[in-house]
């Protein structure tokens, strides 16, 4: 299961309160979410001299570099990288508890910094370390949360660790509840999240993102992924991403015209990407173009897009690969082809990653699909 808390919560800044500085910050945030990582850790370099006791200028600086490190560097350059980063950023948290005690907010994101060493140690595959660090640092952030209600933005781990949870197995089931008393429900945890994006100062942005994914892919709400999608992607017009999110939003939601205004715009954004990120994302660009081609039951172009969707798969989230597995399974269904469609679909299935699609897939390989 690759849908996990373990992502780009642990870069969100959990701020409440205001401090000097933020406005710099902020800056350098709406740089990286739109690709600017150099402009970002720039600011963010200069920041941290000039506001040291901001309690998010480190782990912001943290998470530019980070994915300034995704977009140009190896996987082992970027894992070495980040977790230097936080080895250096720990002590600083720890030295600004000790001056400020009473201060919720520096051991909120002390608690951020030490779970996004699971972080590491999940692309590096440590399994015992992943856990290990991402109970360290979530212990952490739940007695913030539990002793400062104020604080809306720590609603999003906690949301999201109630909704992975709510979906899990009876031992991750057990483990939210058990160790961490969380209330391990769907329900629960999207209130969370909802929460974090309506009213989080800093949280929505990642907390929309999550809504849109969930809305999407995890727990179908074509109108909610549109609403929440277009936030995003008018806030950050150059984050190809949410651009995804947006244009399969407009497709889910039959408003076909727009859709292929969005995929104009995703076939004109890629040639800016780097190297890496279209390695990530020529997949993504081929499925969105796959469903639009499929929704106007032209199944040829639909299953060229798909090939090269599926033959070309370099993101890390398989999400996307499922769902292509999936729309080519159904479209073989159409075309009378049965044997090839099953086999599609027990190829979607054996991705195992929670998402809408498995549940459809095992559906039609009993049933065949029809429109």
């Known amino acids: 299961m ?3 808390y373990f992502s780009l ?3 969100v800044c959990l701020l409440n309160a205001q401090y000097s500085g933020d406005e710099v910050i902020w800056k350098a945030v709406r740089s990286f979410y739109n690709y600017d990582t150099g402009k970002a850790i720039t600011i963010l370099n200069n920041a941290r001299i000039d506001y040291p006791e901001n309690p998010t200028v480190h782990l912001t600086w943290v998470a530019a570099r980070w994915l300034h490190s995704q977009a140009h560097d190896p ?23 000790d001056k400020f005690p009473d201060n919720p907010n520096y051991k909120l994101y002390l608690g951020s910094t030490i779970g996004l060493k699971a972080r590491v140690s999940l692309g590096r595959k440590e399994w015992l370390n992943t856990l290990l660090w991402g109970y360290r640092g979530f212990k952490i952030i739940l007695k913030v949360a539990e002793n400062n209600p104020e ?15 709510g979906m899990s197995n009876a031992l991750v089931r057990w483990a939210a509840s058990g160790m961490f008393g969380l209330n391990p429900s769907t329900i629960a945890g999207e209130k969370k999240i909802l929460k974090a994006a309506e009213k989080g100062r800093w ?19 074509p109108k909610f992924a549109l609403l929440f999608s277009h936030d995003l992607v008018s806030n950050f017009p150059k984050r190809y991403y949410y651009r995804v999110l947006y244009t399969e939003s407009l497709l889910n939601n039959s408003l076909m015209s ?8 995703l076939d004109s954004m890629f040639s800016d990407l780097t ?4 390695d990530w994302y020529l997949a993504y660009r081929k499925y969105e173009w796959a469903l639009y081609h499929y929704l106007n039951n032209d199944y040829p172009l639909a299953l060229s897009s ?56 095992e559906q039609f390989i009993n049933q065949p699909f029809r429109k």
């Open 203 to 221: 949280s929505w942005i990642e907390a929309k993102g999550t809504l849109v994914f969930m809305h999407l892919w995890i727990n179908p709400k």
């Open 275 to 278: 190297d890496i990120h279209k």
């Open 75 to 97: 996987l082992d350059v970027t894992w070495y990288t980040l977790n230097k980063d936080i080895d250096m950023v720990i002590p600083i948290y720890n030295e600004l508890i």
């Open 151 to 165: 604080i809306v933005d720590a609603q999003l781990p906690l949301g999201i660790v109630e909704y992975y949870s």
């Open 2 to 4: 690759k849908f996990s």
């Open 9 to 11: 919560l642990y870069l």
């Open 306 to 361: 798909l090939d090269v969707a599926i033959n070309n798969y370099g993101a890390e989230l398989d999400i996307i690969l499922g769902n292509a597995l999936l729309l080519k399974g159904k479209i073989h269904d159409l075309l009378g082809e049965r044997n090839t469609a099953v086999e599609y679909y027990r190829n979607c299935i054996q991705l195992d990653n929670y998402s809408y699609a498995i549940k459809e897939a």
């Open 258 to 265: 727009d859709a292929y205004q969005s995929l104009q715009i």
